[in-house]
């Protein structure tokens, strides 16, 4: 940040009286601008035993497979994101969703919450944010075509609990460097 949004002077970077963090600061207005982590909900379509990829139509990783997911709205709980983003990335509905993970990813700002949720039925479709959309036996998932490693995670933990039937909330924190299960 270079400017502050309420005035269009340069801000500096200092530790606020009463804060214990150094943040953007505006010596004319004195306005605090406070910068938190983006929140990213998604979900872990399945049908039958088979569980519903992306492939991406924009960037970031364009061209890559991911599970449906995307940045929550001002307004919006982070179910409601996940099942709209389901929409507009898959164009498919989903029924019975559950809480199902929590990824911390420091590094890069970001958490990540997913729902599993089963499709009401076999309809979807790419959208403008996916070329491609398809169900994906355990067998043929795309491990080294996957987006991002949060996705890799996910679908690693999913198809474990899938074995013993049961699906404890995950949560986790992501490190850099990351380290595939697959390889």
Not at 48 to 59: F, M, S, T, V, Y
Not at 102 to 119: C, H, T
């Given at each position: 940040?270079?400017?502050?949004?309420?005035?269009?002077?340069?801000?500096?970077?200092?530790?606020?009286?009463?804060?214990?963090?150094?943040?953007?600061?505006?010596?004319?207005?004195?306005?605090?601008?406070?910068?938190?982590?983006?929140?990213?909900?998604?979900?872990?379509?399945?049908y039958?035993?088979?569980?519903?990829?992306?492939?991406?139509?924009?960037?970031p990783?364009?061209?890559?497979?991911?599970?449906?997911?995307?940045?929550?709205?001002n307004?919006?709980?982070?179910?409601?994101?996940?099942?709209?983003?389901?929409?507009?990335?898959?164009?498919a509905?989903?029924?019975?969703?559950?809480?199902?993970a929590?990824?911390?990813?420091?590094?890069?700002?970001?958490?990540?919450?997913?729902?599993?949720?089963?499709?009401a039925?076999?309809?979807?479709?790419?959208?403008?944010?996916?070329?491609?959309?398809?169900?994906?036996?355990?067998?043929?998932?795309?491990?080294?075509?996957?987006?991002?490693?949060?996705?890799?995670?996910?679908?690693?933990?999913?198809?474990?609990?899938?074995?013993?039937?049961?699906?404890?909330?995950?949560?986790?924190?992501?490190?850099?460097?990351?380290?595939?299960?697959?390889?």
């Open positions: 940040m270079n400017f502050c949004s309420d005035c269009g002077e340069s801000v500096i970077k200092k530790i606020p009286e009463g804060d214990n963090r150094e943040r953007h600061v505006c010596p004319g207005c004195e306005t605090i601008h406070y910068q938190n982590p983006k929140v990213i909900a998604g979900v872990l379509p399945v039958g035993e088979k569980i519903l990829l992306c492939k991406r139509a924009i960037e990783r364009h061209g890559y497979w991911t599970l449906p997911a995307g940045f929550l709205e307004g919006e709980s982070s179910m409601d994101g996940a099942l709209r983003e389901c929409i507009e990335e898959a164009n509905r989903v029924i019975n969703p559950e809480l199902y929590l990824f911390d990813i420091p590094q890069i700002n970001q958490v990540y919450v997913f729902y599993r949720a089963n499709l039925a076999p309809d979807f479709g790419p959208s403008l944010e996916s070329s491609e959309v398809a169900l994906f036996d355990e067998a043929d998932i795309p491990w080294a075509e996957l987006a991002f490693p949060v996705v890799e995670l996910a679908l690693d933990h999913y198809l474990r609990d899938r074995k013993s039937g049961q699906f404890a909330v995950k949560h986790e924190q992501i490190s850099r460097p990351w380290k595939s299960r697959r390889n």
